[in-house]
């Protein structure tokens, strides 16, 4: 199971259903994110099981980002929701983003940020996608003609790569850019800095 789909679930589960009715439909797809304002390579002494691949690979290494995204890309639905990809890698999600439109994300592997595309694919659980799934949205997305953000962006924005033990200091780093970017999300801030301790 996915870190934030249980999350977005308990958070929806107390709404009301006046309140669920007044949900936006899911924007059309594929959509870029708008900018990258923070990323930060890393590497894990501990590598962890990913659940947002069907083939749940191992991450040792990867970039902690933030990303400034449309709000209603990310609005908290009780459905599948549009999966953030980079490159032919998915996104974790580490928290909802909405109503900030900052998302605290974790891009598992090698990827170049400056050389490949960053966007919300179709609606679906994270957990389903495989490399076929990547494949076809890539092909989705480079049709809709979502380029890469550009690289000296990315330069602009690169921090110092963390050198880490394993998930909990990299939850515990990304809780600190979720007080930063999203203080509206402070619950979800002091979660991840919990599971960080």
């Not at 924007?27 to 708008?34: L, R």
């Not at 929701?81 to 605290?104: K, M």
Request: aromatic share 6%; proline share 11%; hydrophobic share 45%.
């Amino acid at each position: 199971m996915s870190t934030l789909r249980p999350f977005a679930i308990a958070v929806l589960a107390g709404l009301p259903a006046a309140a669920m009715a007044g949900v936006p439909p899911v924007p059309a797809t594929p959509a870029a994110v708008e900018d990258v304002v923070y990323a930060a390579p890393f590497r894990l002494k501990e590598g962890y099981v990913s659940d947002w691949r069907l083939e749940r690979p191992l991450v040792a290494r990867g970039h902690l980002v933030v990303l400034k995204v449309a709000p209603d890309l990310v609005y908290p639905r009780q459905t599948a929701e549009p999966v953030l990809y980079a490159g032919d890698q998915t996104v974790e999600r580490l928290n909802v983003g909405y109503p900030s439109g900052y998302v605290i994300g974790i891009v598992p592997g090698g990827v170049d940020l400056g050389l490949v595309p960053l966007w919300f694919g179709t609606p679906r659980l994270p957990e389903s996608v495989d490399a076929e799934v990547v494949r076809a949205e890539r092909s989705r997305a480079d049709a809709a003609g979502i380029r890469p953000v550009p690289p000296e962006r990315i330069l602009s924005v690169l921090r110092k790569p963390l050198d880490l033990a394993d998930k909990s200091d990299l939850l515990r780093e990304a809780g600190a850019l979720l007080q930063l970017y999203a203080p509206d999300e402070s619950d979800r801030a002091a979660v991840l800095s919990q599971k960080g301790r």
